[in-house]
Each structure stands twice: as structure tokens, then as C-alpha cells.
């Protein structure tokens, strides 16, 4: 069954809404010792759940892991969670995190640097944007974090509540924001490039700095997705339709295409910046709930939605699409962030993205696009929740190092316990997964 984003939203308030439990938290969150940051390795990474599916391996060499609370949560959020795309660039990771809530919700962008191990917050959308009392302030950065050729890093802004983009509330349409991180200025490229819609995925195109989004309809009684082009340099939109993304952007750096469609496994749409709109169909389909960069190979891996969860890979010159494995290794399927190194030789994911990665040992996966086959590099459940009192319960946001040594994960997390059985999202973190070498020899 597909369910419109909305819906999910609508549902996701239910099931995060704060409880008594997690008041009692104290904010910010810290390590014992008042540590910023604590490193980890040890061989219960390695332990094999019972329900893992014999087809997949385990790694031998446990990697190292730095664990680091993301920066900003000084209060109970509702709740603290990541939903959008993180980016690795020049030693540096950025990612994104919000407190969900609406009318006056906040979103942040934080930096983490490699050399220094320090995080920091880049950008506040409330100070950012210092709109009136009882405006409509984003709670989420739903889009990817991209970086264009001026240097800049580019996103979109989200709601957390699907009823307060609406007239009641000032709604006029969400932002696309952009972050230059040498001069640490922030502005706002545009705010309703296509007017009451909010702005939940996203890719941009380097070079000619084009912004391709995938909307949700303020009002959420309509269910139609809107695709769109906004050329940042002549501040113009260059296109627009109702055909899709049903969640996610495919895009081809060698050449410039984008790829979408309207609901996961139906035809692709491709639109060509050097032909001009419209789009046009393509005779090929294929899963796109996420996606990667182009390898130098010329292909990008995609995965389908849940319940599915299919991968497949898509030969940017040829256009064709083809099922290469299943991205499930427990009772886990849901992917949402799917990264391959700068070879083109492994994926790296976590199943579980909306909650629920715990069950399966909160698992983070590589699949080698060589052998097809699937390896468990480490399961960080229950080690996390047994020494902190963290549970990392399912990401959106992770991103791969320019050399493949260090896959950064924004987490979804609780340190509340459970309620009525179950664990919600309170607190996010940030966890840096060194990859052994013996891991990821060819």
C-alpha cells in the first residue's frame, strides 16, 4: 500500500508526540564526564542478531566509531529528528536536524570537521529567517544538503505539521536557503518558488546551478506532487509539473539529467537542461525512494520504497535500469539515505530509516556492487543504548567521505526508554564509522 507523504506526517506527530517520560530529559544532551564526544570500538559491533538473513556476512574487523550529540538540542524538541540528506566535502560533514513542531518550529544545519572533531551550528532557519510572532517557521530540512561550483551549500526547508501551512498561519510557500561555509554567510536563495508549496527533496545541479525540487502541497488535502526547476543564477523558475517525485531525485552529473516519477516503479521522467522543458517520459522504471551520486563508472544506484526495498542500478548513457539485490538483511526494509564510495564499488545504508533499525541490531550495511553480495560492518544495537542510553533508532542523513574511510550517520534516536513498549525519536546524534580497510579492500 502507498501512502501520500502527508499521511506519514499526520501519522509520524501521533506516534513522536512528546511524552511525560521524555520531559524528564535533561537538554542538551551529554556524554558522561560532559565529553563532547566519545570513541568507540569494540567486538560487540560484530555480534550477529538471530534474525539477520543467512545470505548476509559479517565484517571481521570491528570499525572505530566517534559518537557525538548534534548540536542546538537545548530543549524538548517534538521531537528532535533528522529527515534530509547529509553531505561529506572537503574533510567536512554537514547535516541537518529540526524540532518537528509548527507554526514555530525550527530547523538547523550543523558542520562537523574531521581534523578537529568538533560540531557546530551553521545555520538557524528561526534566526535566519525572523519572521513575526505566529508565522509559519519551518521544523524540518526534509531536502538534501548539495554543493554547487560558487562554493555555496544549497537546501530546501519542510514542514513538521501538515496543518500549519495554511492562510491562518501566513503560508506563502517554503524556502530554498544557501550556506557559504568559507565566509560562514547564510541567505535566503528564494522563499515559494512555486507558490504554497513546501519543498521536502531536492537535488542540484553543480554546474549550471539548477534547483530541482519535489513538493508537498500546503494544503494537505491535495495529494498532487509537484517537480520543478529553479535556475538559481537568473532567479527564475524554469520549469514545473504535477508528475511527481513521489520522494526522491535522480541525477546525472555527466550529463545534466534529472530523472523522477510519479509514484516508485512507474516510468521515469527525465528533464534535460540542454533541450529545455518539458519533461519528457523514458522507457524505463525503476525504484526511487533514494539515491546516489553518479560513480565513475556512469551509474546511480537508486532503492525502492518499504516493503520493496529493491536496488537497482541506472546506466546514466544508456538510460536503463536494472535490479541488482534486496536492500533487506533482517526484518527491517525501509531506505531512505543511500551512499557508494568514490570507486564505485560499495553501497553503504542502514534498513529501518523511519524506526525500527534496532530490532535488526541497528545494522549498517555494505553491498558490494562487484559480488552483489551483503556484509554487516557493524550492528550498534544493543552496545549504544547498554553504555550511553542511546538507542540510534533509523537515519535519513548520512553521507560517504571523499576517499570511502568514514561513513557519517545523522541518527534518529531515544533516550527516554520506552513508552507503552515502544521507543520514540527525542535526541539526534551524529555517529563517524571508520571503515577498516580490511573491510573495503577490493
Not at 22 to 32: I, K, Q, R, V
Not at 54 to 75: H, K, L, M, R, S
Not at 423 to 440: G, K, N
Request: proline share 7%; hydrophobic share 30%.
Amino acid at each position: 500500500m502507498r501512502i501520500h507523504t502527508s499521511i506519514y506526517c499526520v501519522l509520524f506527530l501521533f506516534l513522536t508526540a512528546p511524552r511525560e517520560a521524555n520531559a524528564e530529559l535533561t537538554w542538551p544532551p551529554s556524554h558522561p564526564d560532559g565529553k563532547e564526544m566519545v570513541t568507540d570500538q569494540s567486538a560487540d559491533f560484530l555480534m550477529r542478531p538471530p534474525n539477520l538473513k543467512e545470505d548476509v556476512t559479517v565484517a571481521q574487523t570491528p570499525p572505530t566509531i566517534d559518537f557525538i550529540y548534534c548540536p542546538g538540542q537545548d530543549y524538548l524538541g517534538r521531537p528532535w529528528s533528522d529527515w534530509g540528506e547529509g553531505l561529506a566535502t572537503d574533510g567536512k560533514y554537514y547535516g541537518a536536524i529540526g524540532d518537528h513542531k509548527g507554526p514555530d518550529g525550527n530547523a538547523l544545519v550543523f558542520e562537523y570537521d574531521s581534523k578537529t572533531k568538533k560540531i557546530r551550528t551553521v545555520v538557524d532557519l528561526k534566526k535566519l529567517l525572523k519572521l513575526p510572532e505566529g508565522h509559519y517557521c519551518p521544523g524540518k530540512i526534509h531536502s538534501r544538503i548539495d554543493k554547487g561550483n560558487d562554493g555555496w551549500l544549497y537546501f530546501s526547508t519542510h514542514r513538521g505539521s501538515t496543518r500549519v501551512t495554511t492562510d491562518e498561519y501566513h503560508y506563502k510557500g517554503d524556502w530554498i536557503i544557501r550556506y557559504h561555509p568559507a565566509t560562514e554567510k547564510t541567505e535566503i536563495v528564494v522563499q515559494a518558488p512555486v507558490p504554497k508549496q513546501c519543498i521536502p527533496s531536492s537535488v542540484l545541479d553543480p554546474e549550471r546551478l539548477i534547483f530541482y525540487g519535489g513538493t508537498a502541497a500546503g494544503d494537505y488535502s491535495d495529494k498532487r506532487i509537484m517537480f520543478f526547476a529553479y535556475d538559481i543564477t537568473a532567479k527564475k523558475l524554469l520549469y514545473s509539473d504535477f508528475e511527481g517525485p513521489y520522494r526522491y531525485l535522480l541525477y546525472a552529473k555527466s550529463t545534466g539529467r534529472v530523472y523522477y516519477t510519479k509514484m516508485d516503479g512507474e516510468p521515469l521522467k527525465r528533464f534535460d537542461p540542454a533541450k529545455g522543458p518539458p519533461a519528457v517520459q523514458i522507457d524505463a522504471r525503476i525504484g526511487l525512494r533514494a539515491a546516489t551520486q553518479e560513480t565513475p563508472q556512469g551509474f546511480v544506484y537508486t532503492v525502492s520504497t518499504r516493503g520493496d526495498s529493491t536496488l537497482w542500478s541506472f546506466n546514466t548513457k544508456t538510460e536503463v535500469a536494472e535490479k541488482i539485490g534486496s536492500a533487506p538483511v533482517g526484518s527491517q526494509s525501509y531506505v531512505t539515505s543511500l551512499d557508494v564510495d568514490p570507486a564505485g564499488r560499495y553501497l553503504y545504508y542502514m534498513p529501518g530509516a523511519h524506526g525500527g533499525s534496532e530490532h535488526d541490531g541497528t545494522p549498517v550495511v555494505q553491498f558490494d556492487l562487484k559480488t552483489r553480495k551483503k556484509k554487516v560492518i557493524a550492528f550498534l544495537h544493543p552496545f549504544y543504548q547498554k553504555k550511553y542510553g542511546y538507542t540510534p533508532l533509523g537515519t535519513f542523513g548520512s553521507a560517504i567521505d571523499e576517499k570511502g574511510e568514514k561513513l557519517y550517520v545523522t541518527w534518529n534516536g531515544n533516550r527516554g526508554g520506552a513508552v507503552r513498549g515502544r521507543l520514540d525519536f527525542d535526541t539526534c546524534a551524529l555517529m563517524v564509522i571508520h571503515i577498516p580497510e580490511s573491510e573495503r579492500r577490493p
